[in-house]
């Protein structure tokens, strides 16, 4: 057994949660924001542009049915779903609140959907095998009457489907992978939606009359990373609802990355599709939807002074290093692995506790549950180390130490863990929030009077077009807010998450904005299933 004179203060201190510099809060979103106009302009892997124009979007008025397929990082979810007329939708209790108050307006429905867990053999498994097991779950899915109560006598079905990994697209109807992570080993030359297309006959053919319901041939409409579905969901409620735009959201879940619309101005001509012509775009009012992968290397130079040996540590462990830093810093897979790490060496260097004294899931490789360590540092303390508090009961529950080890969860020893866990999920949401803020400043969507140093500006500059908003200027009295769309597990889940991220970017609009413009976060349910269901539905296109 070893010392616990060591306290964990000065221990924590290598694993930084805020700027150094406390005058300049916002230097890590200003340093942040001229890499993502500069990733804009030459990256060939980050700030993809999309075959998605923001004037094609969907305005809220279409009908139809289609099969939606979010293919996560951890789920798979799948589902009918369709446009209903709002006079007609009254009998549906499950139609979305997209256009509740506007009339005229169609609204989703998901007639019928299923989800599954994506276990972590399969993902390692030969990409047919793993479009196989998804072809089945479309036919659960779609042989199930409730998908379609009155049949289907349509020639096909459209299908939209969502991907939670970077792709290539020279069509809506085309993707190949570009990177992978979260433990899957696909090629990355692989044509998704053919793959999908083979699983579902694969198991249609073997059926052939078994089926009640007549299955139809399936049609790709539309493939889409998952974070560019959750756009399309944002600005589809946001349009249906209250009529304003959505410049802006992003997802936190297993992994994280963000959507923007950008004019062809501010990004590299080289990036578009080959079929589109320069010369029928205007350079400032054709505005694509941008696919960033915020969360891939290009980006982590600003990070470099909050990565700590625990992060090189981790980031060490995965498939690919180095691909994905700011991945591991703030989004769900890798937030209780650092934490674990984090435990380890405290108990380690600083009591002096051989390792294998403690638990057993405490030395095992992602065996701590990002879920476990946001509600541990949620949980209040008694602040009495002669009791048993809750804190120790958790630990205890779930990481129970081993029969042979003198070595006990108490309260000193829980509340290190708590303190870790609360710092840990501190530096993801100061990160997040200066994410946020940085890409709003990249795509002109805040104002930045206060921040911008003309040198500074004139040496990053990208698009000609640009003007730096004057300090000198008057500012409207009162400005509608900024609305950015947001989802996944970790942002929704992890107590305090979301709050300390709305924390930040109020703090950091108001210390670069002289205005009174605000961001509003607007929570997008289902985003990616219903982006799917959207894209195929309508049918948009460029």
């Known amino acids: ?39 804009a302009m030459t990256s060939s892997d980050q700030f993809i542009p999309t075959p998605l124009l923001k004037q094609n979007m969907s305005t809220g008025h279409q009908t139809g049915k289609c099969l939606a397929v979010d293919i996560g990082g951890t789920n798979l979810r799948v589902g009918i779903i369709e446009f209903l007329d709002t006079s007609k939708a009254g009998d549906h209790d499950d139609v979305t609140e997209s256009a509740k108050d506007a009339p005229n307006r169609s609204r989703l429905h998901k007639s019928f959907e299923k989800s599954w867990y994506i276990d972590e053999d399969l993902k390692k498994e030969h990409p047919q095998k793993i479009f196989n097991w998804i072809g089945s779950c479309i036919i659960d899915v779609m042989g199930n009457k409730r998908s379609f109560p009155e049949g289907y006598d349509e020639e096909f079905l459209p299908v939209g489907i969502t991907f939670s990994f970077p792709m290539i697209q020279e069509s809506l109807q085309e993707a190949k992978i570009m990177a992978l992570s979260k433990g899957f080993t696909l090629a990355t030359d692989m044509d998704l939606g053919h793959l999908l297309i083979q699983g579902y006959e694969t198991h249609r053919v073997k059926l052939g009359d078994q089926q009640d319901i007549k299955l139809p041939d399936l049609k790709i409409a539309a493939i889409v990373n998952d974070a560019v579905a959750t ?9 249906s609802t209250c009529g304003k735009p959505v410049p802006m959201s992003f997802i936190c879940a297993t992994g994280t990355n963000a959507t923007v619309t950008m004019p062809l101005s501010s990004f590299g001509s080289f990036k578009l599709p080959r079929h589109m012509d320069l010369g029928e775009l205007s350079s400032n009012s054709t505005e694509f939807i941008i696919n960033t992968e915020w969360e891939m290397k290009g980006a982590s130079g600003p990070l470099q002074s909050y990565i700590t040996k625990w992060d090189l540590l981790l980031d060490k462990n995965l498939p690919i290093p180095g691909q994905q830093p700011y991945d591991y810093m703030t989004a769900g897979r890798y937030l209780g692995e650092l934490a674990r790490l984090m435990a380890v060496d405290f108990f380690t260097s600083q009591w002096h506790i051989s390792e294998v004294d403690l638990p057993l899931r405490l030395r095992q490789r992602n065996s701590l549950a990002t879920a476990f360590i946001g509600t541990l540092g949620e949980t209040t303390t008694s602040g009495s180390r002669n009791e048993k508090g809750p804190i120790v009961a958790m630990c205890e529950t779930e990481l129970p130490s081993t029969s042979s080890s003198k070595w006990k969860w108490d309260y000193e020893s829980a509340n290190v863990l708590r303190e870790i866990s609360i710092r840990v999920r501190k ?20 104002k930045s009077d206060k921040l911008l140093d003309p040198e500074l500006l004139s040496s990053h500059s990208t698009a000609p077009s640009e003007q730096v908003q004057s300090s000198d200027a008057e500012a409207p009295a009162e400005e509608e807010p900024l609305l950015v769309g947001y989802t996944g597990g970790c942002i929704t889940h ?15 609009t108001q210390d670069i904005n002289s205005s009174s413009q605000t961001v509003e ?13 959207i894209l195929a539905c309508t049918g948009l296109t460029t």
Not at 8 to 14: G, T, V
Not at 427 to 446: N, Q
Not at 521 to 533: C, E, K, M, P, R
């Open 1 to 39: 057994m070893g010392s616990k004179s060591t306290s964990p203060e000065s221990f924590l201190d290598q694993f930084p949660i805020e700027p150094s510099d406390s005058s300049e809060p916002w230097s890590l979103a200003r340093d942040l924001w001229l890499t993502y106009r500069s990733l």
């Open 231 to 239: 756009f399309i969901t944002a600005n589809y409620n946001a349009q």
């Open 427 to 446: 530096r993801a949401t100061m990160l997040t929030g200066s994410a946020i803020i940085a890409m709003l400043l990249c795509i002109r969507a805040l």
């Open 494 to 508: 992890f107590p305090r998450y979301l709050d300390e991220v709305q924390s930040w970017v109020d703090r950091l």
């Open 521 to 533: 976060f607007i929570h997008v349910v289902d985003g990616g299933i219903l982006g799917a269901g």
